[in-house]
């Protein structure tokens, strides 16, 4: 079954205890992304990946850090988290390289819903 | 400046009627993408619909339609005969740079929050 994996689905740390989420997709995607979700924010990106080894940082990447060392994988890491990191995650990838629709749209995870306290 | 503006937090509609959500966009390039996702209160995001900045006809997907008016930069959801499983948050987004290959961020608005009444 084509879909993106996130792990965990839920966290509660403590500020400054490095933390990782991973991100898994299977459809061999080009392109992924990770977004926080805030209300009445919407999505805000943090870092995207065009390809392998290519990142780049979206609208809030204060405070985060992405690798993309696999085409499948793209986690990402959090130093030193803090309470305004508390929010949902959401990795999502798409195929990219051309300009049809299907290369465009994301298929986004299921979510991981973090707390910093 | 806003990118994506939807200005309905809020919606709330009969069902069986159809509802119209809002979405006006910003951007000086020509060649731009459209797309409405739905998550329910399970959380997922859920491709709904997509309109390419070049395309001639208004994207329509079963009982989803978009009304793409590009002169006023809007591109508005519109839901037929809604359903009670309709009842969820609707975001409309962009990306920019499609036909250049170059394509980034895709930039979402703030987010409708539709409630089907029975």
């Known amino acids: 079954e084509a879909q993106v994996t996130q792990n965990p689905r839920y966290l509660i740390t403590v500020t400054g205890k490095k933390l990782t989420v991973t991100c898994s997709q299977n459809?061999?995607?080009?392109?992924m992304s990770w977004y926080r979700q805030d209300p009445g924010l919407g999505l805000r990106q943090i870092y995207y990946?065009?390809?392998?080894?290519?990142?780049d940082k979206g609208d809030v990447p204060e405070g985060y850090k992405v690798s993309r060392k696999e085409k499948r994988n793209f986690p990402l890491i959090l130093e030193s988290p803090s309470p305004n990191q508390t929010s949902l995650y959401f990795c999502?990838?798409?195929?990219?390289?051309?300009?049809?629709?299907?290369?465009?749209?994301?298929?986004f995870g299921p979510g991981t819903r973090l707390t910093v306290t | 400046a806003q990118k994506i503006t939807q200005t309905q937090p809020g919606m709330f509609v009969q069902e069986k009627e159809a509802v119209t959500l809002d979405c006006t966009y910003d951007?000086?390039?020509?060649?731009?993408?459209l797309f409405w996702y739905k998550q329910p209160s399970s959380g997922e995001m859920i491709f709904l619909i997509y309109?390419?900045?070049?395309?001639?006809q208004n994207a329509t997907e079963g009982r989803y339609s978009l009304n793409f008016q590009k002169a006023r930069k809007s591109a508005n959801l519109v839901i037929s005969a809604s359903q009670l499983g309709d009842s969820a948050m609707y975001f409309c987004?962009?990306?920019?740079?499609?036909?250049?290959?170059?394509?980034?961020?895709?930039?979402f608005g703030s987010g409708t929050q539709l409630t089907v009444l029975p």
């Open positions: 309109q390419g900045s070049y395309d001639q």
């Open positions: 987004a962009m990306r920019e740079g499609i036909s250049s290959g170059s394509a980034r961020q895709l930039t």
């Open positions: 951007t000086s390039d020509p060649s731009y993408g």
């Open positions: 990946s065009m390809n392998v080894e290519v990142t």
């Open positions: 999502a990838s798409s195929l990219g390289g051309s300009n049809q629709r299907t290369s465009y749209e994301q298929y």
């Open positions: 459809m061999n995607h080009e392109y």
